[in-house]
């Protein structure tokens, strides 16, 4: 059973914009911490933006001032819109979601969505 579900991957140039949406159930939005990670071709998987219940933000420094994490409580959508991106932001993109925000942030979600990819050419 997929318990979230991300769209808005795909191939854009330097500088241009993605938006990457999560949806989860209620349940699993209600009770729990959600965020963005990436993984990159070789390299490990990072934090990329983390939202609490509460709208608490963040993120890594890498992604500062261009990407921007929200929530849609209605929609029970997590959505990153990803703006000036460079060709470093490319990678297989994931939402995750943990009760616990120490154990997200660390990437150590019990939710993993099936990831989007993400591809910036230069």
């Known amino acids: 059973q997929v318990q979230l579900v991300e769209s808005g991957g795909g191939l854009v140039q330097t500088g241009g914009s993605l938006r990457l949406s999560c949806t989860a159930s209620?349940?699993?939005?209600?009770?729990?911490?959600l965020g963005w990670f990436r993984q990159a071709p070789g390299k490990q998987r990072e934090m990329v933006a983390i939202?609490?219940?509460?709208?608490?933000?963040m993120y890594s420094d890498s992604v500062k001032g261009r990407f921007t994490i929200s929530r849609d409580n209605a929609k029970t959508t997590v959505t990153l819109q990803m703006n000036s991106l460079k060709p470093d932001d490319t990678g297989v993109y994931y939402c995750?979601?943990?009760?616990?925000?120490?154990?997200?942030?660390?990437?150590?979600?019990?939710?993993w969505g099936q990831g989007t990819q993400v591809t910036v050419s230069s």
């Open positions: 939202i609490t219940k509460y709208n608490g933000l």
């Open positions: 209620k349940t699993i939005f209600d009770d729990n911490v």
């Open positions: 995750a979601a943990d009760p616990d925000y120490k154990q997200l942030a660390r990437g150590g979600a019990n939710l």
